[in-house]
């Protein structure tokens, strides 16, 4: 990476060519990460930009095949050339990232924040989203088969993470391992995963770290395209479709996109169909904007359905067909997301207003033959609100202080099992962040202060002639902190060390659940106390131009740590009682992942990573849904040019887990397993548009095994056996 500090006033303009040959790269990428604006180069490789926020600001510049180069330019008070030759790609290079404290270059960042671009996303052979994401070191995903996926970062999951949508956190009764996250897979430009506490940037909820899924980049001015692109599963029986078009004209952006899946009971490798495990989903996002002098106004919109079968003993006994339709107990959700993203520009000072929405509808529907089919109809509304602002001092300092808050109702409709009560929660917080950065070290500290209230007025626990419950009202107060640093030992090898602490609120079902969910009772506990953990983190990553190293370590200390227990109470009717319970717990492991592209084999990649961690709780005993010890291996042939084919490849792997002998009480052993992927892809060029075709495939061997955090392996059952996916990307210029 080659950084200038150039100046201009709100204009950047320049040519990017090949550094071997002299020749220009037309249709190559400039691109300000900070507040998403770019442009791409003509024919001859030159390229315009204006209309730039004042000050020192990163911007990439990358094109097909070639390192991407990130530069430092101060936009000041003159006209600013900047001139960048590329070389081509050995290894993936360093990448801006906008999830941490301060949006900025990987290398400098006090803490790791993984990344998969959307190419990637396509090629894991699974219908389900939190799969992919799952094939990050560290992160791992709790399973009700395909269709019902929660992830898991070193150890910790539900409610002690956050998902975020475009940076706003998702709210879709995220308090069990069955409720899944409600994503639209259509526009996905990239996810970035921060594996640790996250407090102090987004609040109650991030103890163990976020998964950020951000749009695609938008189009250079004066350009429309779409694209449409097809997936199908072989193991489900699921077709999997997304259409989309989107373009920048002069001031305006906007896009509009449309996805449907539909899956069949997944098959074993014993090749038994796992009863009702069936799921469907349908979306449809929007997004309008405008870019001017003094900033950027976009709004983005999204509406989703899903219906997700539960395989559980009722269904179990009642579904013997093959069909797609959800007829009997399944999740019946709708999720509404109205998003108003802005960022100001005062100077060389960055503001960002950031308003949104949430509309999520839960419905469990059982089976005809009840007296009731609905069984639970629950409305959440929430609304989330942001301002924070990032002040640059000199050269070697910035600073971000902002405010963030949340409004959230929940609200029984009419159906018998009120699994959560009607409340009112309000969130409001405070934070102060300060960088100090020079060639060779980055410190980042920062403080957050916030107030948590729950109202539950009284009301029946359901209908008819159900007990009363309530009224309560809880009140928290919580500061956290980081304190953080990147220090390079030399251009190529860099050391990171990072302590922070994080909280988070009881949350609503923690404190109040009393009653049947799934196949279970669960009671809440009224009295419980804050979460708050204490994690240091230290990495070491190596890059050169052939291989790239990154090892990290990290001890978690809980106090208070929230977990639902099984016990041996039952109910009158039989059903086990759960109880929400806290503790002193520790959680501790590490990650490291290896990725080599040897000399002169620039064909050639070789790649590992491995993953570890291990919970306990502090008077013995080990804590729930820990994943087991896993490795990966890979080896991928990649072919640039051949005939009408570009950037072709062929990949085998293999995932391995080890046996998990560390269980909680009430779980069992799980025995380790190894599955075998392979797959297969390339562009075609027709015309001046590259259709891209793959074939990628998991478990091949159709091995029969049980992961320890599928929720379906107390009921004997195992998990997905072969499946094959094919993917036909097809774009369409249709002005550029």
Same mark, same amino acid.
């Given at each position: 990476? &080659? ?25 190559? @990428? ?21 209309? #730039? ?23 000041? &008070? ?5 001139? +960048? ?6 290894? $993936? ?5 906008? *999830?941490?404290?301060?949006?900025? /270059?990987?290398?400098? @960042? ?41 992830? +898991? ?20 009764? $995220? ?49 429309? /395209? ?19 078009? /989107? ?5 305006? +952006? ?22 009702? *495990? ?70 060389? !000072? ?25 069984? !639970? ?43 959560? %009560? ?45 007990? #009363?419950?309530?009224?309560? +009202? ?25 302590? =922070? ?11 109040? $659940? ?34 790239? !190293? ?34 002193? =717990? ?127 392996? %107390? ?15 097809? %774009? ?5």
């Amino acid at each position: 990476m &080659v950084s200038f500090v150039l100046f201009g006033q709100d204009m950047l303009t320049g040519r990017v060519y090949d550094k071997q040959t002299g020749t220009p790269l037309p249709g190559a @990428n400039i691109y300000f990460p900070a507040f998403e604006r770019g442009v791409v180069t003509d024919s001859d490789g030159n390229y315009t930009i204006n209309r #730039l926020p004042k000050g020192e600001q990163l911007v990439t510049i990358s094109f097909v095949g070639y390192t991407t180069k990130i530069v430092k330019v101060n936009i000041g &008070v003159k006209t600013t050339v900047l001139n +960048v030759a590329l070389s081509p790609e050995v290894i $993936q290079g360093e990448e801006v990232v906008i *999830s941490g404290n301060f949006a900025g /270059r990987q290398h400098v @960042n006090t803490v790791k924040i993984n990344t998969l671009e959307r190419k990637s996303l396509l090629n894991v052979a699974s219908p389900s989203f939190i799969k992919a994401i799952a094939s990050i070191p560290g992160v791992d995903m709790i399973s009700k088969g395909p269709g019902v996926g929660t992830p +898991v970062i070193r150890g910790l999951s539900t409610s002690n993470i956050l998902f975020l949508n475009n940076g706003i956190p998702m709210e879709n009764f $995220q308090f069990s391992e069955n409720h899944p996250y409600m994503i639209d897979e259509s526009n996905i430009g990239r996810v970035e995963v921060i594996k640790g506490p996250a407090s102090l940037l987004y609040g109650s909820g991030a103890v163990g770290g976020i998964i950020n899924v951000i749009p695609q980049k938008q189009l250079p001015p004066g350009t429309i /395209r779409g694209k449409a692109v097809f997936k199908y599963y072989s193991n489900t029986d699921g077709p999997d479709g997304t259409i989309g078009i /989107r373009g920048t004209n002069n001031d305006l +952006v906007w896009g509009l996109s449309g996805h449907a899946a539909s899956n069949k009971d997944y098959i074993d490798g014993n090749g038994n169909r796992v009863d009702n *495990s069936r799921f469907s989903t349908n979306s449809i996002k929007a997004n309008i904007g405008l870019l001017k002098e003094r900033g950027s106004f976009k709004l983005f919109g999204e509406y989703s359905t899903n219906k997700l079968g539960l395989t559980v003993p009722p269904a179990i006994q009642s579904v013997n067909d093959n069909e797609r339709k959800n007829s009997v107990w399944y999740q019946d959700l709708s999720n509404l997301l109205v998003h108003s993203k802005n960022n100001l520009y005062f100077g060389d !000072v960055i503001t960002n207003i950031d308003v949104a929405w949430q509309k999520n509808h839960r419905r469990l529907q059982t089976d005809p033959a009840l007296p009731y089919f609905t069984a !639970v109809d629950m409305l959440l509304n929430t609304l989330h609100y942001s301002v924070r602002s990032t002040i640059p001092v000199g050269s070697s300092y910035k600073f971000s202080v902002g405010a963030q808050g949340m409004w959230q109702n929940n609200k029984n409709n009419v159906a018998p099992d009120h699994v959560l %009560p009607d409340a009112t929660i309000n969130e409001v917080s405070a934070f102060a962040l300060g960088q100090y950065q020079t060639e060779k070290i980055n410190i980042e500290t920062g403080l957050r202060y916030t107030f948590y209230h729950l109202f539950v007025p009284a009301q029946p626990k359901g209908w008819p002639n159900k007990p #009363l419950m309530g009224p309560l +009202v809880k009140q928290y107060s919580n500061v956290s902190f980081s304190l953080g640093a990147t220090y390079h030992l030399s251009e190529q090898l860099l050391i990171r060390a990072n302590i =922070a602490s994080a909280f988070r609120s009881p949350n609503l079902a923690e404190l109040t $659940q009393d009653g049947v969910h799934a196949t279970r009772y669960e009671k809440g506990n009224p009295d419980l106390k804050t979460q708050r953990n204490t994690e240091g983190d230290l990495g070491l990553h190596l890059h050169t131009v052939h291989a790239t !190293v990154d090892v990290s370590g990290f001890y978690n200390y809980v106090n208070n740590y929230i977990y639902l227990s099984p016990s041996t109470d039952t109910t009158e009717s039989g059903l086990p009682i759960y109880y929400y319970q806290q503790n002193r =717990a520790v959680l501790f492991g590490g990650e490291a992942k290896v990725h080599v592209h040897p000399h002169p084999a620039h064909w050639l990649h070789l790649m590992a990573d491995w993953s570890y961690v291990v919970g306990k709780k502090a008077d013995g005993g080990f804590l729930p849904f820990i994943p087991a010890q896993k490795f990966r291996f890979e080896i991928k042939v990649e072919k640039q040019t051949w005939s009408v084919f570009r950037n072709s490849y062929f990949k085998m792997g293999t995932n391995i887990a080890l046996a998990q002998n560390k269980p909680a009480q009430f779980e069992t052993p799980t025995d380790g397993y190894w599955l075998l992927d392979a797959g297969i892809g390339t562009n075609i060029e027709v015309g001046k548009q590259l259709i891209s075709l793959s074939i990628n495939g998991n478990n091949l061997l159709n091995k029969v095994y049980q992961d320890h955090l599928s929720t379906l392996k %107390p009921l004997g059952i195992y998990d997905m056996g072969r499946n094959v996916m094919l993917v036909l990307t097809i %774009p369409v210029g249709i002005k550029n």
